[in-house]
DNA sequence: CGCTGCCAACCATTTAGTAGGTAGATTTTT
DNA sequence: AAAAATCTACCTACTAAATGGTTGGCAGCG
């Protein structure tokens, strides 16, 4: 892990989140970091490799985050919320999320990354339906709620404001849909309390 | 509008929605309909002029899928249902939403195209803005939300879904989101009798 | 020495797009 | 109605640029 690949590394995550996966090239990212179409070959041989190696760090990336916010938020609804806020960023800085960009660009891609990016998403449903579940036995979500279902629902939910409001209504609009998001899983009085 | 043309639009779209904006070649298309590259620059002179009317017709197809929709139901909840059904068909035949797809590239994407893009969605969110409102204020709809948000959720979520569940859960976990969404916006005892 | 990181120069292939032409239909002119 | 001009849809053959990837070498360093 030198600093260089690192650098690549996250101009290249920068250009597929803004660009997609076929959208950029390897003459993108040398002019991005500033060193030679060769020199990424040294590093990543491959397009596939460098697509790998960047899917491999976004995944470790969002498992530290979901570790953060379980140690800094206590409540099922506050979790999620934080979750949520994850995708802001990306609205934010104008970036789509990593997997959901190549996720689109699928028939086109290696099927190595297409497993890839199926985990990554397996794995956050598995992490949001182990918090519903949890919020539902402590009583801090709207009984009756599938936790499968609605784990899908969440994640679905946010990458689809994230992939529209990027281009639309912004970090407003994005907040907006994840207040109804939350609003949607909590007791009604819950709910219209905030 | 030859025999041609719209074959070209179709296999095109199909290519887009497969593989990405940047993913498809003129060569791609050129074999898909059994003409040469050179053909296709007579119908559509740059890549640019085939994707606005891409997206020309595909909007108005969804036009004339929205209106049946306000012919075959009634009630807010069921048009809303409908809609949603609408994306189902995508996940079943592995084809992501055309301007999702082409949202994601959106940096690399000629301004109109975005332009265009933004407005398919600007419609969705007025189209289910007014249905909204109309079963909000026949009492259809959980009394209390706001239509301007649930709008874009609503979108956002059918857009998520249909982005992941097309590589992950297939058509029954769209249809399982889909419930789950709808549940979300009919009065707690309509929601309970489903 | 051997390794790492980088580079210039190259390569085959593919990219969107052009040039110029042909066969057939349609329209315009006589 | 015949002839001339124009248009449509397609073709072969090309181009310049860009694509991902390779080769071989060079400087610095433990």
Redesign the interface.
């Known amino acids: 892990m030198r600093d260089t690949r690192a650098e690549l590394l996250m101009q290249a995550e920068t250009l597929v989140r803004?660009?997609?996966?076929?959208?950029?090239s390897y003459a993108d990212l040398a002019a991005a970091v500033g060193i030679r179409k060769a020199s990424i070959h040294h590093h990543f041989p491959t397009k596939t490799d460098l697509a790998l190696a960047l899917v491999a760090a976004y995944a470790d990336r969002y498992d530290a985050a979901l570790a953060a916010i379980e140690a800094d938020h206590r409540e099922a609804p506050a979790r999620i919320e934080a979750y949520g806020r994850l995708y802001l960023g990306g609205v934010e800085q104008?970036l789509?999320c990593l997997c959901?960009?190549l996720?689109?660009?699928?028939?086109?891609l290696p099927e190595q990354l297409?497993a890839d990016?199926?985990r990554f998403?397996?794995r956050h449903i598995a992490w949001l339906e182990g918090m519903l579940r949890e919020g539902l036995a402590r009583g801090a979500l709207r009984p009756?709620?599938?936790p499968?279902?609605?784990a899908?629902?969440v994640?679905?939910?946010?990458?689809?404001?994230l992939?529209?409001?990027?281009?639309?209504?912004g970090p407003e609009?994005f907040a907006?849909?994840l207040?109804?998001?939350v609003a949607?899983l909590v007791p009604?009085q819950a709910s219209?309390a905030t």
Chains 1, 2 share one sequence.
Do not use: H, K, P
């Open positions: 803004t660009s997609g996966y076929a959208g950029f104008g789509g959901a960009v996720a689109i660009e699928g028939e086109a297409r990016i199926a998403f397996e009756g709620i599938d499968t279902t609605q899908r629902l994640i679905a939910t946010l990458e689809g404001a992939l529209m409001e990027r281009l639309l209504g609009a907006g849909t207040g109804a998001l949607s009604a219209a």
